[in-house]
Each structure stands twice: as C-alpha cells, then as structure tokens.
C-alpha cells in the first residue's frame, strides 16, 4: 500500500498557488486590509492606533483592533469564497470579480465599523468607551469591542458571500436592513444576558473587570454565529428571529451549565466578580462558542 501521494498531486497544488489569478485576488485582500486601516484611522481621530499600541502599550486597544482585525478578514475569507455576480457584465470577467470583491469589500468594512458605533451607543451606552479603552486602558471594555467585531463579522459574511438577488441596490438594501436587525437582536441578547448572570455587569465593565468583558464578549459572537446561519441561504425574516430566539434560550442554557456542572465548585458569578478569574470566563464563553457551533451544524441537518 502505497502512503505517498502521487506526484501529479503536488503538481496540481503547486499550480494553484502559483495561479496568478489567485495572486491577484491575494494582493486585493491585502489592499483591502489596508483600505480598512485608512477608514478606521478616518473614523477615530482622536487617538494614533500606532502610537497607542506600540509606544503606549495599550492593552485595551489591542484586543479591540485584534477583533477588528479577525473582523476584516472573516469578511474578506467571505468575499472570496463567495459567488461573484457579474456586476461590471461589460468589463473583463477578472476585472469585473476583482472590482466586485473590492466594492463589497469596502461595504462590508464600513458596516463592521458601524457596527462598533452602534455596539457602543446600545450596549455600552452607560459610559465613554473612547475613554475608557484609551485613557483608563480597560482590558473588558476592550474584550467587548473585540467580541462585537467578530460578532459583526459573523453576519456581515453572508451579504458578502451569497449569490445576488438580481439586483446590486436590492443586495444593498436588503443587506442594510438585516444588519441593522441583527444589531438590535445583539443588544437584546446582552440585555438578556445582563440579567442572568447575577451581576451588574456594565458596573462590572465599567471597572475594568476583564474576566466580566471575555465571558461577555465570546456570548456575542456565540448568538452572532447561529443567527447568521441562515442568512447563507435566504433572507427569510421568520427563520432570522426563530434561531435568535432559539439560539438565546440554548446560551443562556449552557450558561447554566458551566455554572451547576462544569465550575460546580465555586459559583460562576463570584468567580467572575469577586476572584475576575479570566479561566472560567473563558470557560463559559468557549462553551457558549461551541454550543453555537454544534447548534448550526444540528441546523444544517434539518
């Protein structure tokens, strides 16, 4: 039995990295990146991102752009995986996929940092959160930031990602009205979340509890990840809200759980209170996390 593959394999591989079709699309996405560092050094000019993270040292900023960061590329992973729309039919068919994935690109980026500013006028309204993430350094405040940006992300992809509708401003429009939708039910879900965990937990923010910011911030992308689930296969509001609502009651569940089984030694709530114990909140949102993955995989089999 012969392990080694065959040779015609590498071949084949190594023309597909070397295609320069992929190259090109490789050096769109770089560009993209850098299109996003312009637009959020645009959109916050009150503070130098470099001299925060390199001469200052800000932990806080850091983990915020790191969400950022991972936010830019899970849209642009979206963008080329996903299905071009011959929006440009009279430009050359590589011309027209790469200016489609540099459009899309842009409005997927400006969507991620809108969804930020909206984040923090809904969620975390009860304070400045410039202030708090430059001046005061707060590592939960940055955690949340981080947290939404992946959340963001996670439903901005299928816009960026599915086939069009047959019309470019249906697709705008359509992908506006479900971003701003999936907001709402994000602030809802940490208003739900507030509640159960048996703390103030925008006072806990507030005092850079960074083990209140983690748990908080991966129970986001968890509900982020189950209701974009179905935004890959149609814009059907009633299924939209169903697996929020679904979504909602199985985190808040596996919440439970982490509490009453896994960290059964010691409550949850003064773990991440009195002792900011960054383990079991990493615990409970890496629960929350996978449950969400589980639970879309579960869907895909219905």
């Not at 079709?21 to 470099?50: G, H, M, Q, R, W």
């Not at 890496?286 to 089999?301: C, D, E, G, N, W």
């Amino acid at each position: 039995m012969n392990l080694l593959p065959n040779p015609q394999f590498f071949l084949d591989q190594l023309i597909t990295v070397a295609d320069p079709i992929a190259l090109v699309f490789v050096i769109a996405s770089f560009l993209l990146f850098y299109l996003a560092k312009l637009i959020k050094d645009f959109l916050n000019p009150t503070f130098n991102l470099e001299k925060e993270l390199l001469t200052h040292d800000n932990p806080a900023l850091a983990l915020s752009s790191a969400g950022y960061w991972l936010g830019v590329g899970i849209i642009i992973a979206g963008l080329v995986s996903g299905n071009f729309t011959n929006l440009f039919p009279s430009a050359n068919p590589l011309v027209s996929e790469l200016a489609e994935t540099l459009l899309w690109g842009i409005i997927g980026i400006l969507l991620l940092n809108a969804a930020i500013y909206i984040n923090d006028k809904l969620i975390l309204s009860a304070f400045s959160n410039i202030k708090e993430i430059i001046h005061d350094r707060n590592v939960g405040i940055g955690a949340v930031h981080c947290g939404s940006y992946i959340a963001a992300a996670f439903i901005i992809r299928p816009f960026v990602a599915t086939p069009s509708l047959g019309s470019f401003y249906i697709d705008i429009l359509l992908t506006v009205l479900y971003f701003i939708l999936a907001q709402l039910l994000l602030f809802i879900f940490f208003k739900l979340y507030a509640k159960i965990v048996g703390y103030d937990l925008l006072k806990e923010l507030e005092a850079d509890n960074s083990a209140a910011g983690v748990a908080t911030a991966l129970s986001l992308v968890a509900i982020a990840n189950i209701i974009a689930y179905p935004l890959y296969s149609s814009y059907n509001l009633f299924l939209f809200v169903l697996y929020f609502i679904n979504g909602t009651i199985v985190l808040i569940g596996s919440r439970f759980i982490t509490d009453k089984v896994i960290l059964s030694k010691s409550a949850l709530r003064d773990e991440i209170v009195r002792d900011r114990n960054w383990g079991a909140a990493t615990i409970e949102g890496t629960l929350a996390l996978a449950i969400s993955f589980i639970l879309t995989a579960a869907f895909s089999l219905l």
